[in-house]
């Protein structure tokens, strides 16, 4: 529970004047950029370094280009990701 007025303050502000995306921007996203990637994975059927198949990177560069942001699941093994969500909950 957060007590400091001021990041309260900035909460309510940030809630007021944040605008959502419409949800055909929201369907238009996840079918034209994140559902080819997944794809891929499924595809790829487990291999360790599915991204970094020509047609993976091909579309994560794209998706880089046009909307400044890729989701690559599965990027890590799981042994690596495990460690890292260990560490950063250190933080």
Known sequence: VESNPKVLLWELHYLRTVVLPKPEAVLH???????????????????????ASSKARERILAALQEQKFAVVDGF???????????????L
């Open 76 to 90: 890590l093994p799981e042994e690596m990701f495990t460690g890292l969500v260990d560490d950063a909950s250190t």
């Open 29 to 51: 996203l996840e079918q034209e950029w994140l559902e080819p990637v997944a794809k891929l994975r499924v595809k790829a059927r487990g291999a360790p370094q599915w991204w």
